[in-house]
């Protein structure tokens, strides 16, 4: 989820008001605009993966939370600063006891800064096993900045995840909302 503010990682403090009335539904496209961070957030989508746009304003604390959830979860920031991959075992029910939920988030820029938590409080590193995994990266924006966001997961594997992820290509964001809406 998109934020502003260093401090907007749990679910109660990252959660933002907005109206329907900014909100724009389709199967080949999301946008709302998250009023208490001041940020549009869109998406849209293919069949294994999604991009996402969100339009920042003019901040040194914009930043995306990454929730890998409670139940069970990892992450971790990759080297190259600009990924982050990991799992989730949380599930309805129905599934393996070796059930994980895998996941790739790759982003179009460096992450500026990041910090990890087990639920509330901060850990030290680059990943995490834990109870309840997330991380916050961070980034300077100018007012009207976009940050892209790729994304992908896979019941099967992170490789799985990864090679869902390349289902996007090199599009950008207009060119994949142009052929979900086609399909």
Do not use: C
């Amino acid at each position: 989820m998109p934020v502003r503010g260093r401090d907007k990682v749990d679910e109660e403090s990252r959660q933002s008001w907005f109206s329907h009335q900014s909100e724009e539904a389709r199967p080949y496209y999301y946008s709302v605009y998250l009023a208490d961070h001041d940020i549009k957030a869109e998406i849209a989508p293919t069949e294994r993966a999604a991009i996402m746009r969100f339009t920042f304003p003019e901040s040194d604390e914009s930043g995306v939370v990454i929730d890998a959830f409670d139940r069970g979860s990892y992450i971790r920031v990759m080297h190259d600063k600009r990924t982050v991959v990991g799992y989730t075992t949380r599930n309805s029910g129905g599934v393996p006891d070796n059930f994980k939920n895998w996941f790739i988030v790759r982003f179009d820029r460096k992450i500026r800064d990041f910090q990890i938590y087990d639920g509330t409080k901060p850990v030290e590193g680059e990943q995490l096993v834990g109870e309840h995994a997330l991380v916050r990266v961070g980034f300077e924006t100018r007012r009207g900045e976009q940050v892209t966001v790729r994304a992908a997961s896979s019941f099967i594997s992170q490789m799985q995840a990864v090679q869902n992820l390349e289902e996007l290509g090199k599009d950008d964001f207009e060119t994949v909302k142009a052929k979900a809406q086609a399909r």
